[in-house]
């Protein structure tokens, strides 16, 4: 079974450009989200989508975040302009949409540097 | 955010012991509790995890504590093996949906 597929792996801008991120979940995953990973912390969620509805964006910068998921598979999040606390690895999940099914597996992310 | 404190930072282990990275939490809401594994370069990957109607789960050398009126969890590797050398993370979620919520992390370093 081929896992979560992000790309690109690396990114290297400068502050107030834009970027944009994809990620091809697992076969037959509904559910996907988007983390946020600073250097040395725990990632943090940005967004989850079941299907291609948003289940929750709370903690999306609306301002200059945005994500989508066309056709409820693949999805791009991208920041507009970025700033340099962005700099993070993005990690993308996907897991079953089985009650009970908890189980994320996560993809190898996508590290952006913002200088 | 709801938080989830884990502890230690860091920790090193010769080979062969044992290791134990422990997390507390404070939604009582909970009722998920996962750790991860991560290695350089790479996504975090489930290793195991435990709900709260037990207080023990054991997977190989790996077992999870749970002490639920304590609001606490905690993960051992018996025998650990260089192999292990990885960042762990605890986790924790409710059935109001599968958002995680994440530790912030302990590097373990297995020292052969």
């Known amino acids: 079974e081929a896992g979560v597929a992000q790309s690109p792996r690396y990114k290297i801008i400068e502050k107030r450009q834009s970027v944009a991120f994809w990620c091809n979940p697992i076969?037959?995953?509904?559910?996907l989200y988007w983390y946020q990973q600073i250097l040395g912390q725990g990632p943090k969620l940005l967004i989850q989508?079941?299907?291609?509805?948003?289940?929750?964006d709370s903690q999306l910068p609306k301002d200059r975040f945005s994500a989508e998921r066309l056709k409820g598979v693949d999805s791009t999040l991208k920041i507009q302009p970025a700033k340099l606390e962005d700099s993070a690895v993005y990690l993308c999940a996907s897991s079953l949409e089985e009650a009970g099914s908890h189980e994320q597996y996560f993809g190898p992310g996508t590290r952006l540097t913002v200088t | 955010q709801q938080q989830v404190k884990q502890s230690p930072q860091s920790l090193i282990v010769q080979k062969g012991g044992i290791s134990i990275i422990n997390c507390a939490y404070e939604n009582t809401a909970f009722d998920y509790f996962p750790w991860y594994q991560q290695f350089p370069g790479k996504g975090p990957a489930l290793l195991i995890a435990?709900?709260?109607?037990?207080s023990e789960k054991k997977e190989g050398r790996f077992t999870i504590s749970f002490n639920k009126s304590a609001k606490q969890f905690s993960l051992h590797i018996m025998d650990s093996q260089p192999g292990d050398s990885a960042t762990y993370f605890c986790?924790?979620?409710?059935?109001?949906?599968?958002?995680?919520?994440f530790g912030g992390g302990t590097r373990l370093m297995v020292k052969p």
């Open positions: 076969s037959g995953h509904a559910t």
């Open positions: 435990i709900r709260p109607d037990v």
């Open positions: 989508f079941q299907n291609n509805g948003v289940v929750d």
């Open positions: 986790a924790a979620s409710n059935n109001a949906g599968n958002m995680l919520t």
